[in-house]
């Protein structure tokens, strides 16, 4: 090695340095968005599940392990979402830096307004969370409440630079109320439409846009679409129609399809999150897909 490789070697190991004061491993594909949003180019951001995965189950693989031992900081939904596979993978990892009650361990579903939070807790309710419905990210005011939380939290862990998340958070707020109100305009005809949902996991977008969510294809969470619900779900349409069948990128396009034949009313494949379709690119983009998805197909 010669003395001008040396000091390349030196420079880009400053560089990383100098760049990634802190390295984030995300739970899911909109919280890793958030973050790089929130940090730019001082954190290292990467997401444990993409948005063709169920969030509800994934494997806690080797290299995924490798990344949460090296975090500096998790971003999860919490609210149970990720029971299936996060304590194993916590486990694994072996990093009190990011372990539950830790600074480096951050919970999304803290900051928010629960939705569907059951009277009761029964097994035979399916998978049903004590927590409310985990799927908070498809309300954009539920996304800036986030922000806020999630930007003091960087601001704390990484005090040199706090000014740096300060300011970024300031403009992404700006920049999100912008959109809100864009795409509050945009929605309005939406207000009251009746749809069927393949999971609750549109809840909250459901309930942002005044969506009639009129029926699920899985008969309870969590449980795969059977052919005696889908039946009984095609005699209700017969009397009381639906305007869309709607489910996420990730699941099962069949159940969906059947049922946009049978009820001749069309199947719309939203985003979910950020990944989830080519204009999905960031937050923004997920959500001026999802209104121009949803009033195209309800036209
Ligand atoms: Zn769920």
């Known amino acids: ?11 880009v190991g400053f560089g990383l340095q100098a760049h990634a004061a802190l390295k984030v491993v995300a739970c899911e594909p909109e919280w890793a968005a958030l973050a790089t949003e929130l940090g730019g180019d001082q954190l290292q951001v990467s997401s444990a599940t993409t948005a063709l995965q169920d969030p509800h189950r994934i494997e806690a693989r080797p290299s995924l392990i490798a990344r949460v031992r090296n975090a500096d900081l998790l971003v999860c939904t919490g609210m149970e979402l990720e029971t299936g596979w996060l304590p194993v993978l916590l486990q694994q ?37 004590a927590a409310g419905n985990p799927h908070i990210q498809l309300d954009p005011r539920n996304i800036a409440l986030v922000a806020k939380a999630l930007a003091e939290r960087l601001a704390q862990l990484d005090a040199a630079n706090a000014r740096v998340y300060q300011e970024r958070h300031a403009a992404f707020a700006a920049r999100w109320a912008d959109a809100l109100r864009r795409w509050e305009q945009q929605a309005a005809p939406l207000k009251g439409l009746s749809v069927v949902v393949h ?25 795969e679409p059977s052919a005696g619900h889908l039946g009984a779900l095609k ?12 489910r996420a990128a990730y699941q099962d396009p069949r159940a969906a399809q ?33 209104l121009s998805l949803l009033l195209a197909a309800a036209r």
Not at 101 to 121: N, S
Not at 204 to 221: A, D, F, I
Not at 235 to 246: G, N
Request: charge should be neutral.
């Open 1 to 11: 090695m010669n003395l001008r490789h040396l000091l390349c070697v030196a420079l």
């Open 93 to 129: 990892s072996g990093n009190a830096k990011v372990a539950p009650g830790a600074a480096g361990f951050f919970e999304a579903g803290r900051f928010v307004t629960a939705l569907d939070v059951p009277a009761r807790l029964d097994r035979s309710d399916g998978d049903v969370h």
């Open 199 to 223: 999971h609750k996991n549109m809840s909250y977008l459901s309930n942002w846009l005044g969506l009639r969510e009129v029926g699920t294809l899985e008969p309870k969470p969590g449980l």
């Open 235 to 246: 005699a209700q349409l017969a009397k009381q129609p639906a305007k869309l069948v709607v």
């Open 258 to 290: 059947w049922l946009s034949e049978q009820a001749r009313i069309p199947a719309v494949v939203l985003p979910f999150t950020v990944g989830g379709n080519e204009q999905a690119k960031d937050l923004f983009g997920l959500f001026d897909s999802t």
